[in-house]
């Protein structure tokens, strides 16, 4: 399977409201339930009230559009980073998933995935 490395820095927030979010921008990933909205987007693209913030992530997407019929796409590259005591942040769109890991293990998981047989763009 091939994975895409994406260049920027991410962070994870919780906003009071989605017109925080910056929808002119060319990355983000939105939710909204009944009991908070949060925010993935861009470190440049961050609104600035937020009420609670991550940063330092890094990114990485399945390349290709997978699917609704493949199982467990997500779940093997879950698995193989949580054998590594990797910790993530999983999307998802339409198309593909998307895994964030924070910026201090990134390397490290890049290097499990390949060892365990992904490849790497």
């Known amino acids: 399977m091939l994975l895409e490395v994406l260049q920027d820095n ?3 927030c919780k906003i009071d409201s989605v017109s925080q979010a910056d929808i002119k921008s060319d990355f983000f990933f939105l939710a909204k339930t009944d009991g ?4 993935v987007c ?10 609670t913030i991550d940063r330092d992530w890094r990114g990485m997407r399945v390349l290709g559009t997978l699917d609704f019929a493949l199982v467990g796409i ?3 590259i879950s698995t193989v980073l949580a054998n ?10 339409y198309d ?3 895994i964030l890991v924070k910026e ?10 390949k060892d ?3 490849f790497i763009k």
């Open 10 to 12: 991410f962070c994870v």
């Open 116 to 118: 365990n047989g992904y």
């Open 36 to 39: 908070e909205v949060s925010l």
């Open 84 to 93: 590594a005591d990797i910790p993530i942040f999983a999307v998802s769109t």
């Open 96 to 98: 593909t998933d998307y």
């Open 104 to 113: 201090n293990y990134f390397d490290k998981a890049l290097s499990v995935l």
């Open 74 to 76: 997500l779940s093997k």
């Open 42 to 51: 861009k470190e440049q693209d961050t609104p600035k009230n937020c009420l």
